[in-house]
C-alpha cells in the first residue's frame, strides 16, 4: 500500500507523529525497566564499540548510542549497574534510491555497523560503554561548543574535490582538537554533517582512496572518526543541515544521530516516504536557570526548504507553519531562547559578480514568509532571542538595532570555505526589510563558536582553529553588544 498516495498531508503527519511518539515511550520505559532488573546479557566483555556520545532529544532526553561491528549491542553501566543496549539498526545495505546526483554517480548504501541505544536515566552520575566514559549532561551547562558545515566536499555537478587527505585543507580535526580543549559542557552542531557524494576523480591526490556515497564508510570519515574526542567530551544536539535530507544522507542522519525513535518509513531508504523522512517536528532543550534567567534550546529541522518561494497550499509550506506555532508555544517555557536551524534566517549570503563586487542576498526567503504569518515584524516570537544557524560557508555575527533576535553564524567547520564579505555593509544591506543591522562581522577562517553563561547573560566568541578569539558578543536579551578582536 502506498502510504503517500492513500492519506493526507495532514493525516500522514498524524500517523508519523503518534507513531514517533508511541515508539519513543515504548523504547525509553523498555530501557529503564531492564537497567532496574539488572537482567543478564549475553555480550563478550571483549567487545568494543567502534565509537559511543550521548544526543540529547526532546525536553533534554539523553539518548546513549554506540557503533559496534559486533553481532551484539555493548553493555551501558549507569552508576554501577550494567544492562545492555537495544538495537536502533541493524547493520544492511540499503538498495540504490534516487539522490541528489546522477544515477551513475551513486550506489547502495552499506550500513556495516550495528546501531545501538539506550535512554540515559535523569538523576545518574556516572556511566561507561563497555568500559569507555561517557559525558553525564549537566543540568544548567555553563561552556557550549557551536560548529557546523565539517565534512570534506566532494561533489561532481559543482567540480568541487576538498583535499580530504590534507588536514590544512580539510581542517575539521584540527577544529575538534580545539574545542576539546576549551572543555565544553554541550556541543551544538547546526548541520551538514556529511560531504563525501560523488568519487573522487582519477589523478586527484587531495582525495584520492576516499570513500564516497552515503554509506556508513562515508560517515566515518567525514564524522565519526574525526569528532570523536569531542563526541567523548560533551554530549551533543544535532540539527538537520540540507545534506542529511533524504536525497542525500539522510538514511544516515535517521540511522545515527537524530535523538528519536528510528522508524522504517521515516528512515529516507524509500523515495515514497521522503514525505515523511524530509521532515521533523521541532523539539526543546532546557538549559536551566543562572542568575535568574531560564535559558532553552529549541530544535528546528529545515534540511528540505525549499530554494524558491512556494504557493500556499505547498506541503513544505504547510509543514513549516505548523512548525513554527509549536516553536511559538515552546519559547513561552524560558526567557531566554536560542533557536537553532541550518539555513540562516537573518543572517547574510553572498555572491561575487564578474566585476569583482560582492552581492549580498538575505536570509532564507522562503521561511521568512512562512514566519511573517506569525509575526509580520520580528519574525521570531518575543522569547526568542538568538538564533544558530550553518549553511553559509562562514563566521557571521549579525546584531540589530530593531527588536530582532541576534544572528550567529557557524558554517566555518571544516568543509570548503565561501569567500569572505566585506567587513563593512552598503548602506541599507538588511537581510530582511524589517531589520536594521546594528553590528556585522564575518570570517572564512576555519573555526567553531563558543557560548559562556555569564550570571543572566550569554557571552558568544568565535574563535579560529590557531585558538584566537575572531568576535565577542554579550547578549541580554535582545539586546547584544558585538567586537571584532581579530581580523
Not at 56 to 66: D, F, I, K, P, T
Not at 305 to 332: C, L, N, T, W
Not at 423 to 444: I, Q
Not at 447 to 456: I, M, S, T, V
Request: hydrophobic content about 40%; some cysteine.
Amino acid at each position: 500500500m502506498n502510504f503517500s498516495a492513500s492519506l493526507g498531508l495532514h493525516q500522514l503527519l498524524d500517523v508519523s507523529n503518534e507513531l514517533s511518539r508511541f515508539c519513543r515511550l515504548l523504547y525509553v520505559f523498555a530501557t529503564c525497566v531492564i537497567g532496574m532488573l539488572g537482567l543478564p546479557v549475553s555480550v563478550a566483555a571483549t567487545e568494543k564499540p567502534v565509537v559511543s556520545w550521548i544526543v540529547l532529544g526532546e525536553q533534554g532526553q539523553a539518548v546513549v548510542r554506540s557503533l559496534t561491528y559486533e553481532g551484539h549491542c555493548p553493555l551501558l553501566k549507569q552508576d554501577g549497574k550494567s544492562a545492555p543496549m537495544r538495537v536502533r539498526a541493524k547493520p544492511e545495505t540499503v538498495a540504490q534510491r534516487p539522490t541528489a546526483s546522477d544515477e551513475k554517480d551513486s550506489k547502495a548504501s552499506d550500513f556495516a555497523v550495528l546501531t545501538c541505544e539506550a535512554a540515559l536515566s535523569a538523576n545518574t552520575k556516572k556511566a561507561d560503554v563497555d568500559g569507555v566514559v561517557i559525558p553525564i549532561p549537566k543540568a544548567i551547562p555553563q561552556r557550549i561548543v557551536v560548529l557546523g558545515d565539517t565534512g570534506c566536499r566532494m561533489k561532481k555537478a559543482d567540480d568541487a574535490f576538498q583535499a580530504c587527505n590534507d588536514a590544512q585543507k580539510w581542517a575539521f580535526a584540527e577544529v575538534i582538537k580545539k574545542a576539546v580543549s576549551l572543555h565544553p559542557d554541550l556541543v551544538i552542531h547546526v548541520g551538514d554533517y556529511h560531504y563525501r557524494e560523488n568519487p573522487c576523480p582519477e589523478g586527484n591526490m587531495g582525495c584520492k582512496g576516499s570513500p564516497w556515497g552515503y554509506g556508513y564508510d562515508v560517515w566515518y570519515a567525514d564524522f565519526f572518526e574525526p569528532a570523536k574526542p569531542l563526541l567523548l567530551a560533551a554530549p551533543w544536539v544535532m540539527v538537520r543541515g540540507n545534506h542529511e535530507s533524504c536525497v542525500r544522507a539522510g538514511q544516515g542522519y535517521w540511522r545515527f544521530l537524530d535523538p528519536r525513535p528510528y522508524v522504517k518509513g521515516r528512515d529516507c531508504n524509500q523515495e515514497k516516504f521522503d514525505m515523511i523522512g524530509d521532515y521533523s517536528s521541532p523539539y526543546a532543550i532546557p538549559l536551566g536557570k543562572s542568575g535568574g534567567t531560564s535559558s532553552q534550546l529549541i530544535v528546528f529541522d529545515t534540511a528540505k526548504v525549499p530554494g524558491k518561494k512556494v504557493s500556499k497550499d505547498d506541503p513544505a509550506r504547510v509543514i513549516y507553519a505548523q512548525q513554527f506555532a509549536q516553536v511559538e508555544q515552546f519559547s513561552q517555557n524560558a526567557d531566554f531562547n536560542i533557536f537553532m536551524n541550518h539555513h540562516p534566517i537573518l543572517g547574510f549570503a553572498a555572491s561575487h559578480k564578474e566585476d569583482g563586487s560582492v552581492e549580498f542576498k538575505p536570509g532564507n526567503q522562503v521561511l521568512q514568509a512562512i514566519m511573517q504569518e506569525r509575526q509580520p515584524q520580528r519574525l521570531f516570537p518575543a522569547g526568542i532571542k538568538a538564533v544558530l544557524s550553518g549553511h553559509v560557508h562562514l563566521f557571521q555575527a549579525v546584531t540589530y538595532t530593531t527588536d530582532h533576535p541576534t544572528q550567529f553564524g557557524s558554517g566555518n567547520g571544516g568543509t570548503a570555505m565561501d569567500s569572505a564579505l566585506p567587513d563593512e555593509l552598503p548602506a541599507g544591506t538588511t537581510p530582511f526589510p524589517n531589520a536594521v543591522v546594528d553590528h556585522f562581522s564575518n570570517s572564512n577562517r576555519d573555526g567553531f563558536l563558543l557560548l559562556e553563561r555569564k550570571a543572566n547573560q550569554w557571552q558568544m566568541t568565535a574563535y579560529d582553529i590557531a585558538g584566537k578569539a575572531m568576535t565577542q558578543c554579550l547578549m541580554s536579551g535582545t539586546e547584544s553588544k558585538c567586537s571584532v578582536l581579530n581580523k
